[in-house]
């Protein structure tokens, strides 16, 4: 995996990633850059995309804006502090259900200040066998766990500036590939409009 030896790194359950990456978020300083690989995260059955899933428009739509609501901080922090806040996600050709919604939540996400770009697999061979990945600044890299059924499991950490540093090549080369993700996976107008009017 793009020569980094992932088993000399310190390997972090999901409790302690959730750790490391709030104190990495408070310390950022220019940027944070995310790696997607997988067509599918576990969210729970609380989720948004259960609702989505029994196209329950108005309980989806809530769900969302209470997620923008309680984003409002980090959403400060990006804009404000004027920080690159970016990630690309590397896609089939057609959709799943599950990264239809997901397109849907990252409408939510572009108006809190990330902003989200996508490959299609046949375009980005170097992201073959990777893993996702998390970057703060150039000082810590998080190259994460998924199980089979894309439970988060837990994080390697790399902190070696070079070792960093090609792993910020790597996402800049998929970046420098990627389109807006909006332009890979087209949403329905009528989606458009619950997103960002409510459906009125």
């Known amino acids: ?52 899933l029994k196209k ?13 609501e309680s984003e409002k901080e980090d959403s400060r922090k990006i804009i404000e502090g004027g920080l690159r806040c970016e990630r690309v996600h590397v896609v089939p050709q057609e959709p799943t259900r599950y990264l239809s919604y997901e397109w849907c939540s990252y409408v939510v996400s572009e108006k ?15 992201a073959k066998g990777l893993k996702d990945l998390a970057i703060f600044d150039d000082t810590d890299a998080f190259i994460l766990k998924y199980d089979e059924i894309g439970i988060l499991e837990g994080a390697w950490h790399e902190r070696e500036p070079g070792k960093v540093r090609r792993l910020i090549d790597l996402y800049e080369k998929l970046r420098n590939k990627s389109l807006p993700f909006k332009d890979i996976y087209p949403i329905e107008p009528a989606m458009l409009d619950r997103l960002y009017n409510g459906g009125q």
């Not at 329950?56 to 923008?68: G, I, N, P, S, Y």
């Not at 809190?112 to 170097?126: D, F, K, M, S």
């Open 1 to 52: 995996m793009t020569g980094l030896d992932i088993k000399n790194l310190p390997f972090l359950d999901k409790e302690e990633y959730f750790d490391h990456f709030a104190r990495c978020w408070d310390n950022l300083a220019h940027s944070f850059l995310k790696i997607e690989l997988l067509d599918y995260y576990e969210e729970g059955k609380e989720g948004p995309f259960q609702d989505y």
């Open 56 to 68: 329950d428009w108005d309980k989806f739509a809530r769900k969302l804006k209470e997620m923008e």
């Open 112 to 126: 809190l200040g990330e902003r989200i770009y996508a490959v299609l697999e046949q375009n980005a061979p170097e």
